[in-house]
């Protein structure tokens, strides 16, 4: 099993930053390519943004192209999402999620693996 663990999240005034971390641990072989996914109150979960397993590929939901950036760190087996420039509708529960194939998946259900989740508040 692949255990992933978010941190970073918190409350942010508009036009601010944070960065999310995803530690994974376990059979960590089995989590190559990796995104984070939001979900909003009320809404369906969203991909935000993307990564292969060695990170040369990326891809981002349109609505956060430009502000926000996902790295990674194989060797600390861990994902960061870098959010610049947050605006309240950035509000949502942020979850990490894995997949066993090392190209990146470009839906949330191409994922195998997921996280609890940390709470990102963006107030106006």
């Known amino acids: 099993q692949v255990q992933l663990v978010e941190s970073g999240g918190g409350l942010v005034q508009a036009g601010g930053s944070l960065r999310l971390s995803c530690a994974a641990s376990?059979?960590?072989?089995?989590?190559?390519?990796k995104a984070w996914v939001r979900q909003a109150p009320g809404k369906e979960r969203e991909l935000v943004a993307a990564?292969?397993?060695?990170?040369?590929?990326?891809n981002y939901a349109d609505a956060v192209k430009g502000r926000f950036t996902i790295s990674r760190d194989n060797a600390k087996n861990t994902v960061y999402l870098q959010m610049n420039s947050l605006k309240p509708e950035d509000t949502a529960v942020y979850y990490c999620?894995?997949?066993?194939?090392?190209?990146?998946?470009?839906?949330?259900?191409?994922?195998?693996?997921w996280g609890q989740g940390t709470q990102v508040t963006v107030s106006s």
């Open positions: 990564i292969s397993w060695l990170g040369r590929t990326t």
């Open positions: 999620a894995a997949r066993e194939n090392r190209a990146l998946g470009y839906i949330k259900n191409e994922y195998d693996y």
């Open positions: 376990g059979r960590t072989f089995s989590a190559n390519a």
